[in-house]
Nanobody, 126 residues
Framework: QVHLVESGGGLVQPGGSLRLSCAAS????????IGWFRQAPGKEREGVSC????????YYTESVKGRFTITRDNAKNTVYLQMNSLKPEDTAVYYC???????????????????WGQGTQVTVSS
């Protein structure tokens, strides 16, 4: 069976850091673009950061540039989102998604990817 499993969410104070992981099973990420999306209560889902290693490019939404870094470890079939200098407005459920052969910038606009994870809660609060 195919699964994407997120982990690493939690409660952190403003200015703190978290690293989210998205582990894939049942398929290899080699030819897939991976995106991190988030949805806060009452807000639309937004693409936060995406990566497609075959094109060697990453994409970040403007509000997280310079604070978040997306990386992937193909050997572990896992994608990470390092989040630094977290702000209360980063509070949301974070989801990872995978879609076959998709440019990173397009991945972050995708509506119906091949696979979704179940989400992990990130809360930034003092």
């Amino acid at each position: 069976q195919v699964h994407l499993v997120e982990s690493g969410g939690g409660l952190v104070q403003p200015g703190g850091s978290l690293r989210l992981s998205c582990a894939a099973s049942g398929f290899t990420l080699d030819y897939y673009a991976i995106g991190w999306f988030r949805q806060a209560p009452g807000k639309e889902r937004e693409g936060v950061s995406c990566i497609y290693s075959n094109e060697g490019k990453t994409y970040y939404t403007e509000s997280v540039k310079g604070r978040f870094t997306i990386t992937r470890d193909n050997a572990k079939n896992t994608v990470y989102l390092q989040m630094n200098s977290l702000k209360p407005e980063d509070t949301a459920v974070y989801y990872c998604a995978a879609n076959y052969i998709t440019p990173a910038s397009s991945m972050c606009d995708i509506v119906a990817p091949n696979y979704w994870g179940q989400g992990t809660q990130v809360t930034v609060s003092s």
